[in-house]
């Protein structure tokens, strides 16, 4: 009876160390398997990183070419329109010009120049890289002054970005201003732009009336700034959804890609 005992004994041993054995085979097989999903979740979100960076690369420069189409060769057009016009004024210079087809085919140019103007600024903002980021965004900022009466504080530290990375970020200030044009009803546009330790802080708010539940952030372009950013290395940190104003704060890293 003892010997029978020392066997079911050294029996039941053996059975736990190979139940050992197979339990930590599966840990084993599942962290090897969670980390093959961890490292194709990895490849994937940097394919799709690469792909949108190469999508807004080819917005951007077909943005480019448009707005270049517009300053130099439909600008240059309507330039000479007007020259011509002034011309056929001089030879009616005697006559009331208040209600004449010269006088209005002259309105219609000037119109045609300010939008072309306007368009061509929208596609392709020449201040960007001519003086940089914050005076293209300065510009920005006194065109929707002067033509919605709004009031914006700009405020911001100076701060090191590449062409490439301002024009992202140009493009989330332009969708954020769109954004409060078209649905705050707002007053008044606060930026602020700060440097924290190696991180740029924007913070972004308005003044509106907010957003409600049938009109989430998803739905106000958000999307797009998020596609941004995650080029930008940066990430949304604070984003308000009660009635009181709009409010948007993220973060990115200084300097180039």
Do not use: W
């Amino acid at each position: 009876m003892e010997e029978l005992g020392e066997i079911s004994l050294a029996y039941y041993l053996i059975c736990l160390f190979i139940l050992g054995i197979v339990f930590i085979l599966i840990l084993s097989t599942l962290n090897s398997r969670k980390k093959a999903l961890l490292e194709i979740r990895k490849k994937d979100m940097d394919f799709e990183s690469a792909l949108n960076r190469v999508q807004l690369r080819s917005i951007e420069e077909e943005r480019r070419k448009l707005g270049s189409i517009l300053h130099d060769d439909l600008g240059q057009l309507l330039t000479l329109i007007h020259m011509q016009i002034a011309e056929l004024k001089k030879d009616h210079r005697d006559k009331e010009m208040s209600n004449t087809p010269i006088k209005m085919l002259e309105d219609l140019c000037n119109t045609a120049s300010e939008k072309c103007s306007s368009i061509s600024k929208m596609l392709f903002p020449a201040s960007l890289i001519r003086l940089g980021f914050v005076e293209g965004l300065h510009e920005l900022i006194s065109d929707i002054q002067h033509a919605t009466g709004i009031h914006i504080v700009f405020k911001y530290d100076e701060f090191s970005i590449s062409d490439e990375r301002s024009s992202n970020l140009y493009r989330i200030f332009q969708e954020l201003l769109n954004n409060t044009l078209k649905h705050a009803n707002a007053s008044e546009i606060m930026i602020d732009i700060a440097n924290i330790s190696d991180n740029i802080r924007v913070e972004y708010s308005d003044n509106g009336i907010g957003l409600n539940a049938q009109r989430s952030v998803e739905g106000l372009g958000t999307t797009t700034i998020k596609t941004r950013l995650h080029i930008l290395g940066g990430e949304i940190i604070a984003s308000n959804k009660d009635q009181r104003g709009f409010k948007m704060t993220f973060t990115l890293p200084h300097g180039d890609d």
